[in-house]
């Protein structure tokens, strides 16, 4: 059988075409709508939607040229990730969302995003 049977391992964050050294597992959401289940006292009456937030979090080693507050202040941006198994995930208008929380002992800094729309393209 020929072909790419990975499904996971390395992956390539970049924010508007600059490449950033990614560590660790990273999570993301497409910003789908959620659905939960609406229970009343006798049966499922059915189920609710609410929105949520396309956004992609994890964590990025802190290099000595790195600029760590431009970083932190990224507004209006395209952030893709490019997974092991070959898809792209393309988030658009997006924003630095996360505290901003740095650790020195491997130089980790948590790298979270939220946008207005995601996209999976491959």
Request: hydrophobic share 40%; glycine share 12%; net charge negative.
């Amino acid at each position: 059988m020929a072909g790419n049977n990975r499904v996971g391992g390395i992956i390539e964050i970049k924010v508007d075409g600059v490449l950033y050294a990614a560590k660790g597992n990273w999570t993301y959401n497409l910003g789908v709508n959620k659905r939960e289940a609406v229970l009343g006292a006798d049966k499922v009456h059915g189920y609710k939607e609410s929105v949520q937030a396309p956004k992609l979090e994890g964590a990025i080693t802190d290099r000595g040229d790195l600029n760590v507050k431009a970083i932190l202040g990224l507004k209006g941006a395209t952030a893709t990730l490019k997974l092991a198994n070959d898809k792209i995930i393309v988030f658009k208008d997006a924003w630095y969302s996360g505290d901003g929380n740095i650790t020195t002992e491997e130089g980790e800094i948590e790298f979270k995003m939220e946008a207005l729309s995601a996209e999976e393209i491959r």
